[in-house]
């Protein structure tokens, strides 16, 4: 497929996302929002707490310990070429995903617990590698900042990945309202998105006996649901700066 037909099917398919992504929320979603919210009124303040910072503390642990690891950034190379990379990375790290969701389902309790860390940074450095496919380099804070947009974008009610999707959406030039260190950053919302997101695939996890099963597969869709949102957004990114570069070579040549 030529570059050029490739970029226009992308754009087709980023203008579908990018309408999913506005839905206002259906009576089943405002429903289910109303009942967790009603749900999360009953856990105690302690708990809540306890609860954003174990995972404030593992994604800032992913986020700053990436920066070592984390591939350099693509320089070179049509949409169409990168996003053949960006499509085998994603396979492989759902097949990770999968694997580690089956070991820990068919483990019971105990290490169904602990797949909810480790599927996070597999799911957090998914981001950091399909970042670079894309040309961004993941040292740079503003980038980490878009990752964890990226992230509640994927797993977040409707209501509030509107509400993300509008704040990034002219990503290249905001300035204004980004916190300022990743400390700044609304640790509760975010947790509390992701838990009500996955919380009932990953329970049925727990399930002795279906839990190996039901961890493989729960854990090969999660990672394709974030691949998928993270191709669309880095795609709005690369045709935002295609059309900024045309409007400078346009003003160029008036001179």
Known sequence: MLDAEYDRRAQRELQQWRAQMLQ????????????????NSFIPEKAHAAITSMIKQMTQGVLTGSEIVAPAPLLGGSLAVRERLVMQKIEAYRTTAAVEGGIAGAGGFVLGLVDFPVLLSIKLKLLFDLSALYGHSGSDFRERLYLLQIFQLAFSSQQHRRKIFLEIEDW??????????????????????????IDLAKLVQLIPIVGAPVGAVVNYRLLKQLGETARNAYRMRWFAASTHESAIDTGLKKI
């Open 24 to 39: 206002q929320p259906g009576m089943f979603g405002w429903m289910a929002g109303r009942v967790q919210e009603k749900v």
């Open 172 to 197: 290249q030039d905001r300035r204004e309202g980004l916190p300022n260190s990743l400390d700044e950053f609304d640790w509760r919302t975010y947790q509390q998105e992701y838990r009500n997101y």
